[in-house]
Nanobody, 127 residues
Framework: QERLIESGGGLVQTGESLRLSCRTS????????MGWFRQAPGKEREIVAS????????QVFGSVRGRFTVAKDNAENTMHLLMGSLKPEDTGVYYC????????????????????WGQGIQVTVSS
């Protein structure tokens, strides 16, 4: 079973950048896809970005497109979320997730496509 551990969260100012990392603990990662989700206070969890582990195809969703990107390091079994031009509305708990299967459309924008989850890490952007 995959165990996912997020790191790199914290408090930043509007306009600053932050890098989150997600590493696996235990055996070598066997995920088909990995993703980042976030949940703001009082809101539902939403997809931020995904990346296919084998070929690196990435997707960035919604309001973070153009500001965030996702990257992976196969050797280190680590995924990163590179967040730029941060805004207060980016505040929330960010979750790393891993899925073991593909989808018919090749889009991994829903939590049901993911099998393993990290504990989450807080990101706070002050105005």
């Amino acid at each position: 079973q995959e165990r996912l551990i997020e790191s790199g969260g914290g408090l930043v100012q509007t306009g600053e950048s932050l890098r989150l990392s997600c590493r696996t603990s235990g055996r070598t990662l066997s995920a088909y896809v990995m993703g980042w989700f976030r949940q703001a206070p009082g809101k539902e969890r939403e997809i931020v970005a995904s990346i296919r582990w084998e070929n690196g195809i990435r997707q960035v969703f919604g309001s973070v497109r153009g500001r965030f990107t996702v990257a992976k390091d196969n050797a280190e079994n680590t995924m990163h979320l590179l967040m730029g031009s941060l805004k207060p509305e980016d505040t929330g708990v960010y979750y790393c997730a891993a899925g073991e299967k593909g989808t018919s459309m090749g889009i991994f924008d829903d939590s049901r496509f993911y099998d393993y989850w990290g504990q989450g890490i807080q990101v706070t952007v002050s105005s």
